[in-house]
């Protein structure tokens, strides 16, 4: 070759590839991908983010992390997975409605699925069906949870929540003025309710001196130390075959047996509560087993042992056992917590706290019925308020199950300064949907949506209401046909609760108001805390016995 070639060959050959990795470079950023999303850098290959967004405690009214990366990064970003993945996080509206409508494609993911059928055994309760055998659980199951249900479920609420009631009387009755932390006590009211209306099971939990060894078993499950530890999900979501070995591996050298002992107990009280109900519906036959003893698990039996119920269209004996733990998983410190919000915000808004109990003590009866609380115009607001700000479930994952491409609302710019106004995502992607951020947009809610305002729902924005949620335009018990099956039932036991708990007692906070914390558990869940033990839910209250009682 020539001296000159040898020199102009090379020199054209870096010019061609520069220009060919430029246009090649320039052709994949009009293609967006996730990995193009903005969001914080990855602090690590083995834990990603997600050690600190499974559990962390923010003091309460500041932003928690998920409202700084959104603020930083816009409404839809990524963060790092486990072993160098990463999830997508999201509260832009288009993204909502699409997961919400598409959920053949995004279905629930492993690792929650493995978390529940560590409790629901070899069953598959309705919260992890997906497809055909969900729509089928779900029809099954709807009777259970209609208006005329709940209706009657109503009388074992007030039963329930004016025994915890005159407990607490009895306590300030002894000590003067009452210190009470309703925590515990609004837990374990909500135990004993879901017990019986779901099942027709006293779990006594309000009954300290009775132990019970289901209500004791369930303790052991939800109060283990585990639920805060990121090595939780990061299990959870290793292949099962490797989750087997560590199982073993763990009841050899003894460390798993009071959860297995747990999740024994579990299965063999429910086996027996399915039996026991058979034999009761048998007994009746197929007619109506009579007010009372109806219950969410006996109606489920009867819907599915009817004969206009083809053989095809039946569940399992194995899944309708699962739905007993279900139902007080799902059921049971959800109501709860959302309760001990709605206190918390009655003890900071003391005007709202005075309004309130006027209009419940207008009311002429102790045990008004289902449609006479809804009549409640500020009962309504404040329980459709707390549980818009403080929804117990603040985020929910999906993972994508084929390619797909989700609609932006809001377009994101990537590396490049491209915008983009849609997202692919490939097969096995999650995504989160953040359903506190929507519940609090200020796009959506107007200026004031991070402050409580029951009187906001006299006169909703426009806005607000293309959230497509289950209830009150909110996104927290989902909606479509995942979303919360229970919304109805919480809304009325939560109104009977406040309703029973105002009529008779004045709330104060018994700490100062930058004492308290909120603090975000298991990726999901918000609890108040205290700074002093940010790792407990704890709301310590002063409460006084109203004059009139
Ligand atoms: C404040 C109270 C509650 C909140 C905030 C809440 C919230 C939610 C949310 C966000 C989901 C969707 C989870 C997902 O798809 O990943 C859900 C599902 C569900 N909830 Fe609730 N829930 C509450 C109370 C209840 C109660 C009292 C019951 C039953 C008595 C219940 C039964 C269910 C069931 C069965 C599902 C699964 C529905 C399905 O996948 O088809 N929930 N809930």
Redesign the pocket.
Known sequence: MQPILKIFVPVLASIVAYYLFRTIRWGLSRIPSPLSLPGPPNPGWFFGHQKEIWSKSTPLGEPTLMDEWHEMYGPTFKAGGFFGGYRIYSMDIKVVQHIMRNDDIYS?PPVMRNLLNMILGEGTG??VAEGAQ?RLQ?KAMNPAFGPPQIREFTKTFFDKSLEMRDIWKAQIATEGVGEIDPVEWLSKVTVDI?GLTGFNYHLDALNDGQTNALNEAFKTMFHSNGWDSPWMPLIAALPKSIQSIIKTLALACGVDTTMKSSVDCIQRSCRQLLMENKAQLAATGEKDIGSGSRNLLSLLLKSNMSSDTPAHARMSDADVMAQIP??LI??HD??SL?TNWALLELSLHQDIQAKLQEELLSVPTATPSMDELNGLPLLDGFVRET?RLH???TT?GRIATQDDIIPLAHPFTDRDGTVHDKLPVRKGQLIHITLHQVNTDKLLWGPHADEFRPDRWLNLPDSARTIPGAYSNTL???GGS??????R??SIEMKVLIFVLLRSFHFELAVQKDELMVLKMASIWQRPSLKSEPLQTRLPLVVKLLKNE
């Open positions: 629930k309705v919260i969900h779900r879901i279900t139902f799902a059921g959800t109501t959302a549980l929804s117990p479930i929910l927290s018990f989902w995942h979303g919360c099956m229970g919304w039932f919480t």
